[in-house]
Antibody
Framework: EVQLVESGGGLVQPGGSLRLSCVAS????????MSWVRQAPGKGLEWVAH????????FYVDSVKGRFTISRDNAKNSLYVQMNSLRVEDTALYYCARGHWGLKYWGQGSLVTVSS | DIQMTQSPSSLSASVGDRVTITCQASRDSSNHLNWYQQKPGKAPKLLIY???TLDAGVPSRFSGSASGTHFTFTISSLQPEDGATYYC?????????FGQGTKVEVK
């Protein structure tokens, strides 16, 4: 059974940093691209970033470029996103998802709240 | 960047009705167009990928079609459990874009 479990969310002040993790199981992690998708409270889905299966390529939505870094550790079946210079508008539920085309498997999400 | 314009933003229909949602891409997305269903408090669920391919286990009343940059999602006979928000998503190696979502209410 495929499972994706996010962690690391919480309350942070504007300008602060947070690192989210996603531990994967039930599939061969190092053969799949992985994505982060977020959803602000009461709003729609927004793609944040995705990373190639070997970690050698990563792409970002313009609003997080230079502030967020997606990475992975295939030995630990883990996906990460380091979020720096956080803004109020980054407040959202952050999902990790398997793949970068049809996202068939999603985690339960990790809530990030940016507020003073 | 490819922009996705999804419409309508919401609709209300009765059980048994045919429901159609559309997404217009700002340019060709090579049919990597996917449709998701999201219910409150839940992660999105992939229903259709590559424009028209039903994911495993998805009821056949859901369908998708494509014509150039215009994509259509249809529920042929709306069921009570179909009340949810539906999103289109275009994707390629460089980026992904979601439509704004369509909230479907079942009367």
């Amino acid at each position: 059974e495929v499972q994706l479990v996010e962690s690391g969310g919480g309350l942070v002040q504007p300008g602060g940093s947070l690192r989210l993790s996603c531990v994967a199981s039930g599939f061969t992690f190092n053969t799949y691209w992985m994505s982060w998708v977020r959803q602000a409270p009461g709003k729609g889905l927004e793609w944040v970033a995705h990373i190639k299966y070997d970690g050698n390529e990563a792409f970002y939505v313009d609003s997080v470029k230079g502030r967020f870094t997606i990475s992975r550790d295939n030995a630990k079946n883990s996906l990460y996103v380091q979020m720096n210079s956080l803004r109020v508008e980054d407040t959202a539920l952050y999902y990790c998802a398997r793949g970068h085309w049809g996202l068939k498997y999603w985690g339960q999400g990790s809530l990030v709240t940016v507020s003073s | 960047d490819i922009q996705m314009t999804q419409s309508p933003s919401s609709l209300s229909a009765s059980v048994g009705d045919r429901v159609t949602i559309t997404c217009q891409a700002s340019r060709d997305s090579s049919n990597h167009l996917n449709w998701y269903q999201q219910k409150p408090g839940k992660a999105p669920k992939l229903l259709i990928y590559d424009g028209s391919t039903l994911d495993a286990g998805v009821p056949s009343r859901f369908s998708g079609s494509a014509s150039g940059t215009h994509f259509t999602f249809t529920i042929s006979s709306l069921q009570p459990e179909d009340g949810a928000t539906y999103y289109c998503q275009q994707s390629n190696n460089v980026r992904q874009t979601f439509g704004q979502g369509t909230k479907v209410e079942v009367k």
